[in-house]
């Protein structure tokens, strides 16, 4: 079936420092990629959608400019955590859906953030 | 907006033993239901979902959930759970309204399901 990859699954960073994560889908082209965070035993909280092509859509609450995300191409997504905090340290996760109103949605398997 | 309510933070449940995660919503708009399962150290996956039609829906695992739309629920159930079943499991609801609303999705806070010998 198809697959959404996010890399890395594990990064740890200084306060201060840059991050990408990165979103694939691999075997279909994904028109819309959507960013989560999921907070220790709590939900996942959307924090932005983004089309191929066009700039992200943000959830009310997150820093656009903290949380740069890139739709490049129609498999590629970026999630930049730019300088990053301790508080910024949690769980993220991507999924993506192909083109049409009931594409199914893939998941991929999320990245921990710990920022030290 | 949207609002999930799972009720459960944790269910733990002998094998064999049937098994129930609740799950509520509210919206003022009409909504698309979903079941998503994590197994450890994995990403997560849909388990079933509800667009329209019939209101009880099904898995291929065994798992089924019915949405209620004058209780605004949607529990999932299984008869008979087994080791493998051992998962947090996430119910989400996304607005019906076409377009990419799949993807704008509202968790409930995840129940850990802990299926014992």
């Known amino acids: 079936g198809a697959v959404v990859s996010q890399h890395p699954s594990r990064v740890i960073c200084k306060s201060g420092t840059s991050v990408k994560i990165e979103c694939r889908s691999l075997?279909?082209?994904?028109?819309?990629m959507f960013w989560y965070r999921q907070f220790p035993k709590k939900s996942l909280m959307l924090m932005a959608t983004?089309?191929?092509?066009?700039?992200?859509?943000?959830e009310q609450g997150v820093e656009k400019d903290k949380f740069l995300i890139n739709h490049a191409s129609l498999t590629l997504s970026t999630l930049t955590v730019t300088s990053a905090h301790p508080e910024d340290s949690s769980f993220y996760i991507c999924?993506?859906?192909?083109?049409?109103?009931?594409?199914?949605?893939?998941f991929g398997n999320g990245t921990r953030l710990t920022v030290t | 907006a949207q609002s999930v309510t799972q009720l459960d933070s944790q269910v733990p449940v002998f094998e064999e033993a049937p098994v129930e995660l609740r799950c509520n919503y509210s919206?003022?708009?009409?909504?698309?239901l979903f079941w998503y399962v994590q197994y450890p150290n994995q990403g997560l996956q849909l388990l079933l979902k509800?667009?329209?039609?019939?209101?009880l829906v099904e898995s291929i695992n065994g798992f089924e959930a019915e949405f209620n739309k004058s209780q605004t629920s949607f529990h999932l159930r299984k008869p008979s759970v087994h080791i493998s079943d051992t998962a947090e499991y996430f119910c989400?609801?996304?607005?019906?309204?076409?377009?990419?609303?799949?993807?704008?999705?509202?968790f409930g806070q995840g129940t850990i399901l802990t299926v014992h010998p």
């Open positions: 999924s993506a859906s192909g083109s049409g109103k009931r594409s199914p949605l893939h």
């Open positions: 075997d279909f082209q994904a028109t819309t």
């Open positions: 983004s089309n191929e092509g066009s700039k992200a859509t943000y």
């Open positions: 919206s003022s708009v009409s909504v698309y």
């Open positions: 509800y667009l329209s039609g019939s209101t």
């Open positions: 989400a609801v996304s607005p019906n309204a076409g377009g990419t609303s799949y993807g704008k999705l509202t």
